[in-house]
């Protein structure tokens, strides 16, 4: 269970089947953001997971950062996973921690809640900055890190008003470019990013006047706009991310 646990966080930033972003938009203007990996493909290919799971399933908990740092499935006496818990801990030190395990439904989930969408970004920035210097420490050990970095860190950053929400792309395609024509081991970074879907929902607290993205879906109360992409799609066209919602007044 150990090592599944430390595994998942380096499943978080690096592959999952699906992957969801969830942005609250509230009234009084604080605005709650999340990212979810869902692993429940990937814990069905893992061969050993029955035997490695049965004394700790099912498992639905939230921590923050220090509590999942201390969490007893954490312990490790690898030095490089010590590491990584570290690196990651500082990372989403503004986060918290949703983990679910289960034999039908399997997630981990990093979510905080800012004041307003400027403190939100700064967040993000902030991640942005701490996850570049570590992708400096890594050196050409981690290319798939580096590619989650370039596309996760660099791509969400939100203006909104009350009334109109705009996102837009910062992505540097040539360092993606360049890390899709390399490999990891015997793992190829374009069939493990191609494989995942990228979801976003934007929850508003007023319905929906109108959306960029043609083909993003509205709830019946048209206070929630999904979108959904494949990896695909973005690294091949990454202002495909980019949207402008309008709310009624």
């Avoid at 950062?65 to 500082?90: C, P, R, T, V, Y």
């Avoid at 996760?152 to 360092?175: A, H, I, P, V």
Wanted: hydrophobic content about 35%; some cysteine; charged content about 30%.
């Amino acid at each position: 269970m150990k090592k599944v646990l430390l595994l998942f966080i380096s499943i978080f930033c690096l592959a999952s089947c699906e992957i969801t972003e969830k942005i609250y938009f509230d009234e009084d203007h604080q605005v709650t953001y999340s990212i979810e990996s869902n692993l429940t493909q990937l814990m069905k290919l893992e061969p050993n997971k029955e035997q490695a799971l049965a004394e700790n399933y099912p498992i639905d908990t939230v921590m923050t950062i220090e509590e999942f740092g201390a969490w007893d499935l954490m312990n490790d006496d690898n030095s490089s996973g010590d590491f990584q818990k570290e690196s990651f801990k500082e990372l989403f030190k503004d986060f918290n921690v949703h983990v679910k395990l289960s034999q039908e439904d399997s997630y981990f989930s990093l979510f905080t809640k800012q004041n307003s969408v400027q403190e939100l970004n700064n967040v993000l920035s902030d991640l942005k900055r701490k996850a570049l210097k570590y992708e400096e420490e890594e050196g050409e050990t981690a290319p798939q890190n580096k590619l989650y970095y370039d596309y996760m860190f660099q791509n969400n950053q939100f203006n909104f008003d009350g009334k109109t929400l705009e996102r837009n792309s910062e992505l540097n395609m040539n360092n993606i470019q360049e890390l899709l024509n390399k490999e990891n081991g015997d793992m190829g970074l374009t069939g493990f990013f191609y494989f995942t879907r990228y979801n976003v929902e934007y929850h508003f607290p007023r319905p929906i006047k109108s959306i960029s993205d043609k083909k993003a879906k509205v709830s019946l109360d048209r206070k929630t706009a999904f979108i959904e992409k494949s990896m695909d799609d973005i690294l091949s066209n990454p202002n495909t991310m980019d949207i402008v919602i309008e709310l009624q007044d």
